[in-house]
């Protein structure tokens, strides 16, 4: 079945230092791919999406790039803020008719400091 | 403004005891989901419903169950044949047609007394 590796966390980063997330998946064919982020104590919030091969996500500074080659999906933002700190997750859904539940990765804890 | 609310933001349930889980929904989606998030097991699915009066069981559905009556509505019991329900239990809704993000609401979390 389908499923999303994520790097394991918690990963710790000073202010301003470059962030990559390590997403990668298993799927048959072309699905989606998201980036949720999490708050404390909040649901997930949809930080971005690519839904086609070489398709690059970008929001708020962060991006993420679609390479089928590598089947992965990485986040990466330049320069990160304590207000970063929160965890991510990365998902998939599957490509095909009448198949659109999500799967989740296990999720990347990012505490930055000042 | 158009969103998801669960409620309430905390329960407390008893040895024996249902509870449920409100999660409303004033998107207009088709399709609504119930999840659970243990520490470092990320999300895992309950059921989901495509469409009112219909619904599917997720991944760890034994213990659980929902209706889906209105459109705007899916609620969620947890009950006595769940034997480890302390989670954080989180509701999304989305349109079922594919490339569609899902939406979540800010989630319950359960605790045993």
């Known amino acids: 079945g389908d499923s999303v590796t994520q790097m394991e966390g918690p990963v710790t980063l000073s202010e301003e230092a470059f962030l990559t997330i390590n997403c990668t998946y298993t799927?048959?064919?072309?699905?989606?791919l998201f980036w949720y982020v999490q708050y404390p104590g909040e649901g997930l919030q949809l930080l971005l999406k690519a839904t086609k091969a070489d398709d690059k996500g970008s929001n708020k500074g962060f991006e993420a790039t679609y390479r089928k080659e590598t089947t992965s999906f990485h986040l990466e933002k330049g320069s990160v803020q304590v207000s970063d700190s929160a965890v991510y997750f990365c998902?998939?859904?599957?490509?095909?008719?009448?198949?659109?539940?999500?799967?989740f990765g296990k999720g990347t804890k990012l505490s930055v400091i000042p | 403004d158009g969103g998801i609310t669960q409620s309430p933001k905390y329960l407390f349930r008893k040895e024996g005891q249902n509870v449920t889980l409100s999660c409303e929904q004033n998107?207009?989606?088709?399709?609504m989901y119930w999840y659970r998030q243990d520490p470092g097991q990320g999300l895992r699915l309950i059921y989901y419903?495509?469409?009112?009066?219909?619904?599917q069981k997720g991944d760890i559905a034994e213990g659980y169950s929902v209706s889906r009556e209105k459109k705007e509505s899916f609620p969620l019991t947890v009950t006595s044949a769940q034997k480890n329900p302390t989670a954080f239990y989180l509701c999304?809704?989305?349109?079922?047609?594919?490339?569609?993000?899902?939406?979540f609401g800010d989630g319950t979390r359960l605790s045993i007394l």
């Open positions: 799927a048959t064919g072309y699905p989606s």
């Open positions: 998107l207009n989606h088709d399709a």
């Open positions: 999304a809704s989305s349109d079922w047609t594919n490339n569609q993000p899902q939406h």
């Open positions: 419903s495509q469409i009112v009066n219909d619904f």
């Open positions: 998902a998939l859904s599957p490509s095909g008719a009448g198949s659109y539940q999500l799967t």
